[in-house]
């Protein structure tokens, strides 16, 4: 059954934690989709070659073969690279295939009223659908706690 987790960003901004969650899926061997708007995944498209020095985080825009690279940036729906995982931002809708993945991340900044907002109507539709969700938050210290 598909897993969804909701990640309620407060203390850090997107392009430093989805890196991160990025790296620790590769680990598991898992293929990844990113789902956003097409500015935004142009503009983490860069952070994503400069995330660190000592790491590399293989990756593509649809449009650069993306169904062969291990992470995909995409502005719509579908599952290019057959993904185990898929992180949505920027208020990306649950895709109509959300069953067909092992883990779905759904990734929102804490200081946006609207993307709380789109959050939540987030989760009654994955609670409503009969998926498994959990809500993360990040502590004082920076680390993921889940809260429900």
């Not at 392009?15 to 097409?38: F, H, I």
């Not at 729906?77 to 993904?83: D, K, R």
Request: net charge negative; charged share 25%.
């Amino acid at each position: 059954m598909t897993e969804l987790l909701f990640y309620h960003l407060q203390r850090a901004p997107l392009d430093k934690v989805l890196p991160g969650l990025l790296e620790k899926s590769l680990q598991r061997g898992w293929r990844c989709a990113v789902q956003g708007s097409p500015e935004r995944l142009r503009a983490l498209d860069d952070t994503l070659w400069t995330y660190g020095e000592e790491t590399f985080l293989p990756h593509g825009l649809e449009s650069d073969d993306g169904p062969n690279q291990p992470i995909v940036l995409v502005s719509h729906e579908g599952n290019p690279n057959a993904s185990a995982i898929r992180f949505l931002i920027d208020g990306a809708p649950l895709p109509p295939d959300a069953a067909g993945y092992e883990r779905i991340v759904l990734l929102f900044d804490g200081n946006d009223a609207d993307a709380v907002q789109d959050a939540r109507e987030h989760w009654k539709q994955a609670k409503s659908l009969g998926f498994s969700a959990t809500y993360w938050q990040q502590s004082d210290e920076g680390r993921w706690e889940k809260k429900a």
